[in-house]
Nanobody
Framework: QVHFVESGGGLVQPGGSLTLSCAAS????????MGWYRQAPGKQRELVAT???????NYADSVKGRFSISRDNARNMLYLQMNSLKPEDTAVYYC?????????WGQGTQVTVSS
């Protein structure tokens, strides 16, 4: 069973920054494209950013230029550096494989951007 543990969320003001971390199962991490997802209350989960095993990245238009996804394959770690945060970034953030999520979703980490 693959599993993920997200951390690093918090309460920040608009324009602030946060770095999220995800610890993923060693058995799948190095050969899978990984993604950060987010879900706001009453909304569908959406894909925020992806990174391939080789480090190629893609971003949702809503976060392009503000967020940076990275990975450390040796440590099975995924990161999301979030800058210039906006209230609409408020959500629970999750990591998982992409395009097909696997295993159990983690608990996620709450990001709240106040105004």
């Amino acid at each position: 069973q693959v599993h993920f543990v997200e951390s690093g969320g918090g309460l920040v003001q608009p324009g602030g920054s946060l770095t999220l971390s995800c610890a993923a199962s060693r058995s799948i991490f190095t050969r899978q494209t990984m993604g950060w997802y987010r879900q706001a209350p009453g909304k569908q989960r959406e894909l925020v950013a992806t990174i391939t095993s080789g480090g190629n990245t893609n971003y949702a238009d809503s976060v392009k230029g503000r967020f940076s996804i990275s990975r450390d394959n040796a440590r099975n770690m995924l990161y999301l550096q979030m800058n210039s945060l906006k209230p609409e970034d408020t959500a629970v953030y999750y990591c998982n494989t992409n395009p097909i999520p696997q295993g159990l979703w983690g608990q996620g980490t709450q990001v709240t951007v106040s105004s």
